[in-house]
Nanobody, 120 residues
Framework: QLQLQESGPGLVKPSQTLSLTCTVS??????????WSWIRQSPGKGLEWIGY???????FYTPSLKSRTSISRDTSKNHITLQLASPTPEDTAVYYC????????????WGQGTQVTVSS
């Protein structure tokens, strides 16, 4: 059974980099043709797709966050990492890791999410 578990600091200062890890169990992050996305939901707002890394390691980011975002993977640990540089309070949100087949949106499988607050 696939499980996705997000982890990382719950509080980040604007001078730091927001960094989260999605640990995957019950499935490999290199399995054809799955796409691994990061998605967030800010208070009072809808879901915002941040970007993905796919089974072959290719990445794609939403244009509004592209300059600050990096998604990577460690195949030996079977996990996905999100880094968001220069965070602001507007980046405060619940961050989700999710898996979709063939780039389908919304993805079929989701982690439980992790709250991140950006504050000095």
């Amino acid at each position: 059974q696939l499980q996705l578990q997000e982890s990382g600091p719950g509080l980040v200062k604007p001078s730091q980099t927001l960094s989260l890890t999605c640990t995957v169990s019950g499935g490999s992050i290199t399995t054809d043709y799955y796409y691994w996305s990061w998605i967030r939901q800010s208070p009072g707002k809808g879901l915002e797709w941040i970007g993905y890394i796919n089974y072959s390691g290719s990445t794609f980011y939403t244009p509004s966050l592209k300059s600050r975002t990096s998604i990577s993977r460690d195949t030996s640990k079977n996990h996905i990492t999100l880094q968001l540089a220069s965070p602001t309070p507007e980046d405060t949100a619940v961050y989700y890791c999710a898996r979709g087949w063939g780039g389908n949106y919304p993805p079929e499988d989701w982690g439980q999410g992790t709250q991140v607050t950006v504050s000095s």
